[in-house]
């Protein structure tokens, strides 16, 4: 084919490469999308659960997926000698701490752990904020999560009394010997007691997918757009 003195003369095996890697690359691509839809959908879903009247978390085992990101209340009894400081918390440029809490559900054996919020670190670290804790039966509302948050870790003692570098159930339940839920709460209540309860929405991922998929349609179109180059040539003029 010729058109204004091009010719258009595509190889066999160069037409056949190119639809092999265009249609690869637009199936990943695709297969992203397909995926950032089902993320978005459990997004969706997860937003509806928080948004439900909180249900009671009871005094025998649950799993963690029936729970997970629905609000909760559990009434019971705190147990602050058990309180660990989560640290490297940043709030607004500043370094601080979540405040973990067990609390013993009823008058069971059973516990949950309460993240009550963040405090600012003091300058000398040696030196924990103060946190008051009510001795008395409370009501904790707030949104169900995993009971584990993990940060870079150089070693399995990154423990230092109360404050701890990440939050590990299976080693709290031994340091602590309590039984406990396989959730946390995100404490949500109005409690004066000083610290900062401003959850982070959790993040679907799709943005990511949506990403991927751009760069593997983008990918099939450059392989496109190499293929026509290599393969239109300009006609050379015979001598008259």
């Not at 590990?168 to 709460?185: A, F, H, K, N």
Request: proline letters at 4%; charged letters at 20%.
């Amino acid at each position: 084919m010729t058109i204004s003195g091009w010719r258009f003369t595509p190889r066999l095996w160069s037409t056949v490469a190119a639809a092999v890697v265009a249609v690869i690359m637009l199936q990943l691509g695709n297969w992203q999308l397909s995926r950032a839809q089902e993320k978005e959908s459990r997004q969706e879903q997860l937003d509806l659960l928080s948004r439900e009247p909180a249900i009671a978390l009871p005094a025998v085992p649950v799993t963690l997926e029936d729970f997970r990101y629905r609000r909760v209340e559990a009434r019971g009894v705190y147990l602050p000698a058990h309180t660990i400081y989560l640290d490297n918390k940043i709030h607004k440029g500043v370094a601080g701490y979540h405040i973990v809490t067990p609390l013993r559900i009823g008058t069971s054996s059973m516990h949950v752990l309460v993240n009550r919020g963040w405090a600012a670190a003091d300058r000398d670290r040696s030196k924990l904020p103060q946190v008051s804790t009510s001795d008395g039966p409370v009501a904790v509302s707030g949104i169900a999560t995993a009971a584990v948050q993990k940060t870079l870790e150089l070693s399995k003692e990154m423990v230092s009394g109360q404050v701890w570098e990440n939050l590990d159930l299976e080693r709290y339940r031994s340091s602590t010997g309590l039984s406990l839920q396989p959730v946390m709460i995100l404490q949500q209540d109005d409690v004066k007691d000083g610290l900062v309860r401003q959850w982070a929405r959790p993040d679907s991922g799709a943005a990511r997918n949506l990403g991927y998929a751009f760069q593997w349609f983008a990918m099939a179109l450059a392989v496109l757009i190499i293929y026509l180059v290599l393969s239109v040539k300009r006609e050379r003029s015979e001598d008259k």
